[in-house]
């Protein structure tokens, strides 16, 4: 794995948003933005509605990458979907 952007990665959020349907970013989402995308990605973790602070699970929350370009965003949904066919995996 290459060495991440500075603006890139955990807790950055960009206008184009795809769900991935669990709890975790797997390590070749990651590869994927570094080797393929020019501009701005990142991923974040939204809290499921029944989120407790007193009971933090992790299993309770489901991880977003997003994207500055709608291109790069697309085109990140369509090469990887097919990988994670059995989760939610959609745009936001």
């Known amino acids: 794995m290459t060495k991440m952007p500075a603006d890139c990665g955990y807790n950055k959020s960009f206008r184009y948003k795809i769900r991935l349907g669990d709890y975790g970013v797997d390590g070749e989402c990651i590869e994927w ?3 393929n995308c020019q501009q701005k990605w990142g ?9 407790s602070e ?9 991880a977003i990458m997003s ?22 995996y959609s745009f936001v």
């Open 33 to 35: 933005c570094q080797k």
């Open 54 to 62: 007193f009971l933090h699970n992790y299993e309770e929350q489901e």
């Open 67 to 88: 994207f500055q370009n709608k291109k790069e965003a697309f085109r990140f949904w369509f090469e990887n979907a097919r990988h994670f066919s059995d989760k939610k």
């Open 43 to 51: 991923w974040t973790f939204e809290q499921k509605e029944d989120y």
